[in-house]
């Protein structure tokens, strides 16, 4: 079985200028995600789909494949997932004849992972059914406790939100951490879609596998905890 790995990283972040190339205790981000995926050795291929020289040379530094540039009309804000994951597969078949069984995405922004994560989504993609599997964070706030703002006041986004504040008695929500998007080539090809209707969710409990970083604050939590977070976790477990 053929498994390629996509690191989709343009150059264009709003947040943090250079995102994906800032130093995280002592290494770019992005290199995280990729020291990841080569310490696994589970895929025969890993690449890097950016529109950025800088961080095509940081991949290739690394010894990984960046077969081409990502195009600009693939590069903005509002560009989908699926369309960039297609330029790549397209590209790949093309030009070097080569189709992947099983595609996976890692999000450069979330660097940190449990190591049992990509033989886990490989097991639920053989053995359950599955279109696709998605790692998933449970959602800390309801949607409907949640408010609007309208004409400087508070709104409710459902009239019935109060019963909705008692955690314990409503249905959890789960939402995609960004940590793996793993699914058949099949899927994307049948269901123009990388989900497919029959999805797998890994649950995600453990605040430190999702860190999503957006903004410069989740920089310096992505750094904190990799520095002294498995040390303060032992301290208070012993």
């Known amino acids: ?7 989709p990283a343009r150059g264009g972040s709003k947040g943090i200028k250079n995102k994906n190339i800032r130093l995280v ?4 981000l992005i290199v995280h995600t990729i020291n990841f995926l080569k310490n696994s050795r589970l895929f025969d291929r890993i690449i890097v789909s950016t529109d950025n020289p800088a961080i095509a040379r940081m991949a290739q530094s690394q010894n990984i494949q960046i077969p081409f540039m990502r195009p600009k009309r693939l590069s903005g804000d509002l ?6 994951i297609k330029h790549v597969l397209s590209f ?7 189709k992947p069984d099983v595609i996976m995405i890692f999000q450069p922004t979330s660097p940190i992972r449990p190591t049992r994560l990509i033989i886990e ?10 279109t696709s ?12 406790s949640s408010f609007r703002i309208r004409n400087k006041k508070l709104v409710p986004f459902n009239k019935n939100f109060q019963k909705f504040s008692i955690r314990q008695k409503v249905e ?5 951490n960004g940590s793996l998007y793993a699914f058949w080539r099949n899927t994307l090809v049948d269901y123009d879609s990388i989900y497919g209707p029959r999805i797998s ?10 860190i999503d970083i957006d903004e410069p604050y989740d920089l310096f939590v992505t750094e904190m905890t990799l520095r002294y977070w498995k040390k303060y976790k032992n301290r208070l477990t012993n």
């Open 201 to 210: 969710p890994i649950v995600i409990n453990e605040p430190e596998y999702n």
């Open 172 to 176: 959890p929500l789960y939402h995609p």
């Open 121 to 130: 989504a490989l097991k639920r993609l053989s053995t359950n059914n599955a």
């Open 79 to 84: 560009v989908s997932t699926v369309d960039v």
């Open 1 to 7: 079985m053929k498994v390629l790995a996509i690191i």
């Open 133 to 144: 599997v998605v790692t998933v964070s449970k959602v800390k706030l309801h949607p409907n």
């Open 25 to 28: 205790n002592r290494q770019p």
């Open 92 to 98: 790949l078949e093309n030009e070097e004849n080569y």
